[in-house]
């Protein structure tokens, strides 16, 4: 038996968490076909993430140049603003840890 399963509202605001984590690079913008040549993704699977990134405001449009259009991630927007607190609470429990873990093999060597 197959079950689907739909996706949570997570998934369809902040798309593929691939495109959230390239975008993550805040001293650059980019245009769509760079980030799905990048990340090696499907189109199709690009945009069907994209739009939502786009309706709740996870990217923004920064800048044209030609006919492309680049993007970044809005900084500004309360779901990135988290999302970079949760990034940061993240890298200081692993560096906690590590920390811990090195103490400890010390302590034990010692």
Known sequence: MVIEMEE????RCL???KIVDFLDNRLFDYAKDE?????KM???TFF???K???NFGVVNKTRKIGKSKLYKLNEENEIVQKLMMLDSALCKKT???AVREELAKQAITA
């Open 42 to 44: 499907g189109r199709v």
């Open 95 to 97: 560096m906690e840890k």
């Open 48 to 50: 069907k993430y994209w």
């Open 15 to 17: 798309g593929n968490s």
């Open 52 to 54: 939502e990134l786009e």
């Open 8 to 11: 949570t509202l997570l998934v």
């Open 35 to 39: 980030i799905i040549e990048n990340l």
